[in-house]
């Protein structure tokens, strides 16, 4: 079985689910405003498009992501923004035809990634495992850009330990990105799962120490909701530093919504 197998179902079950938000909208309601600045719906699917689309470049054709990785280096702070404008504009059953298409094509590229290989992006080059684990963070995050513009409340599942470990794994990353030096004590880590068992990571002795939801951790490190509304506590003043800039996701820091 491939190594990423695991992750990529995951990936499938996410989409899928998100899929069922969307399919049946009618085409004035891609238009609904979702709480990222500028983003409708609609902007939020061809967003998705767009970086799967680009993933499976980097997985299938170096030479064609290296392409797009030169044009976004023209525009680093708004090629993110003006793919989905231009995606956004496509009838609401083509783009959802493309997107399912395109993701398809994504996933099960993954599975054909040698163990070892890594696959390029904008940051830095991530194995088959990795590159779904992202492509599921961002998956979950925007699903519930999507979800809250419809009202809809998504019951957490046991896919966000893939989203909660990413987290975890981007805390040297979160404070490189606001200049600040990285903690050079270990973390531990402990949350509760939607199942009520517990995930952990980082010793268990480690003097700085998170811990709470594990739903909230992964809203927080995506900055889909404000600390204040999450149970999420620190213990420790690097741990208590990390929750006020966390970020699961590439490029500059507070641009959780885009």
Same mark, same amino acid.
């Given at each position: 079985?491939? &190594? ?30 979702? +709480?990222? =600045?500028?983003?409708? !719906?609609?902007?939020? !699917? ?16 170096? &030479? ?11 525009? %680093? ?42 696959? +390029? ?23 519930? /850009?999507? &979800? ?7 019951? %957490? ?24 030096? *990285? ?11 939607? /199942? ?6 980082? +010793? ?9 939801? =594990? ?22 003043? /690097? ?8 970020? *699961?996701? *590439?490029? +500059? ?6």
């Amino acid at each position: 079985m491939a &190594a990423a197998a695991p992750v990529v179902a995951d990936l499938r079950a996410e989409s899928d689910d998100l899929d069922t938000l969307v399919a049946d909208l009618p085409a004035d309601r891609w238009a609904l405003a979702t +709480p990222a =600045a500028g983003w409708t !719906i609609a902007h939020q !699917i061809a967003h998705l498009l767009w970086t799967d689309r680009v993933a499976l470049l980097s997985v299938t054709d170096e &030479a064609g992501f290296n392409v797009v990785l030169g044009d976004a280096a023209q525009d %680093p702070a708004g090629f993110v923004d003006r793919a989905a404008e231009d995606l956004a504009v496509t009838d609401p059953p083509e783009l959802l035809a493309d997107w399912r298409a395109t993701r398809r094509l994504l996933h099960d590229a993954l599975l054909t990634v040698e163990e070892g290989r890594k696959l +390029p992006w904008f940051g830095p080059p991530m194995s088959a495992p990795s590159m779904a684990t992202a492509r599921l963070m961002e998956t979950w995050a925007h699903g519930l /850009d999507v &979800a809250d513009a419809l009202g809809v409340r998504r019951p %957490p599942t046991a896919r966000l330990r893939s989203v909660a470990h990413i987290g975890v794994r981007t805390r040297d990353f979160a404070f490189a990105v606001h200049g600040l030096p *990285a903690p050079t004590a270990p973390f531990h880590v402990e949350l509760r799962a939607p /199942d009520g068992s517990l995930w952990t990571w980082g +010793p268990e002795a480690a003097a700085q120490r998170v811990s709470g939801s =594990a739903e909230d951790f992964c809203l927080l490190v995506t900055q889909r909701r404000p600390r204040a509304e999450l149970d999420v506590t620190a213990v420790g003043p /690097d741990a208590e530093r990390w929750l006020t800039i966390a970020q *699961a996701f *590439a490029g +500059p820091p507070g641009q959780g919504r885009g």
